[in-house]
């Protein structure tokens, strides 16, 4: 498959021109560029005919999209430019799991949108509850396709106009559905009109910050270009939209290589359900223990994995989350499977609960975000308005949100994640 963007870096650089230009290094790093002639801009791709445009042409053609637009800012940039959209079509209140990344946040705040939030039963799940009745009032829905523990939703067709948060899944469009079956789907794959935000970076080979903004038939997407370059930065990195072209020929070439990833995932996790590992359902490409069951925390867990050679994605107190990509190899599994084995194990222990949070709202979020705020300590914030978000990251996903009154609920999650002072409005007078 032909990579324009590669070739014309490729090229380049072996003219070996004085770069009177940006960046600053001006050569030190070959291949990273600003818009030179002929390389094309990211934000007016879809009209120039150039290199980019030419890659994003492939890239949708690889993953069955309509249009795809690259993202240099991940798939953060790609959820706001596709909440920008929506807002662009009329959308002014969108339904979205409580348990949302902070992305969509931001975006529906800065773009004065308000959000229903629907409450899954389990902490910090995209299952949630998608029906006429709970998205009743909304313009639109947000969906998370695969959260940070590796659960999914149900696959249903809201009859709406749906933006997908599948940061997590853009490898899913290449595995084999006959081997590892359909609980998990990618969204180009679920027949209904729909815009995709989704990380490449994430789970495939492609440079941090690399993702895209995938259409379907029956989305109006003639203004995404520039919904992306209200929210992007105006410098998009060139190493970034080289790797994501770079990917369109090697996913053409051995489409294979998601398949044998998911098949070595597959057999550590056969592996370690033999060895008594306890394991939360997870998408192909990830391990998810129960380090509670093992007798510790999944911060421990993490700790005595660091010890062993390996670095997890994420702990939390109850699990340790190992992220895998489409170039894991059957030897990396290897490794992970004995570096899980050396952790000693304990007592299992419960499961620490994460108390329900469906705080009262005082004002919209988008409001109350560019309130006049002060800092209070966690201990005395009962009853004031909050102000920021508070989002650990992983796993982007806010505990609380502007607009929203903290009550003793909030306070104790708060505390659970180690946060120790929080924004609230000012208080009239004060």
Known sequence: MNTPICNF???????????LHMPGHKGEFPHDITEVSGADSLYHSDLS???????????????????????????????????AVLRSQGCKTIAASRYSH???????????????????????????????????GADALFITNIDYYGGSWKFVNPKMPVLIDNAHGAYLKFVD?????????????LGFPLISA??????????????????????????????????GSSSPS???????????????????????????????????????????????????????????????????????GVECEMADENYVVLMFSAVTSMEDCERAEMAVMFVPMGTPQPLVKYPPIQP???????????????????????????????????????????????????VDALKMHGVKTVSVLTKSGA
């Open 9 to 19: 870096l490729e090229r380049y650089t072996t003219e070996n021109k004085l770069r």
């Open 49 to 83: 005919g150039g290199i980019i445009g030419t890659s994003e042409t492939l890239a949708a053609s690889v993953f069955g999209a309509k249009k795809t637009c690259y993202s240099c800012g991940g798939s953060t940039l790609a959820i706001q430019a596709g909440l």
């Open 102 to 136: 902070r992305a969509l946040a931001s975006a529906a705040a800065m773009l004065k949108m308000n959000v229903k939030w629907l409450y899954p039963k389990e902490y910090m799940t995209a299952d949630v509850t998608y029906d006429a009745e709970a998205v009743s």
């Open 177 to 189: 559905k006959n081997i590892f079956g359909t609980d998990y789907m990618h969204p180009m794959d």
């Open 198 to 231: 989704e990380s490449a970076h994430k789970t495939l080979p492609v440079i941090t910050g690399g993702a895209y903004l995938h259409f379907t038939d029956g989305i109006d997407s003639s203004r995404a270009k520039e919904m992306m370059a209200m929210f």
């Open 238 to 308: 060139y190493l970034i939209l080289e790797s994501l072209d770079r990917f369109n020929a090697m996913i053409a070439e051995n489409v294979q290589m998601v398949n044998n990833a998911c098949e070595a995932v597959a057999m550590l996790k056969e592996n370690l359900e033999r060895y008594g590992i306890p394991m939360k359902k997870s998408d192909p490409l990830r391990v998810t223990i129960n380090a509670r069951e093992c007798g510790m925390s999944g911060f421990d867990f993490a700790r005595a994995l660091r010890s062993n």
């Open 360 to 410: 009262a709202v005082d004002m919209p979020m988008w409001e109350a975000m560019f309130k006049p705020q002060r800092t209070v300590s966690i201990e005395h914030a009962t009853g004031e308005v909050c102000g920021a978000l508070r989002a650990p990251c992983p796993p982007g996903v806010p505990l609380i949100f502007p607009g929203e009154i903290i009550d003793h609920n909030v």
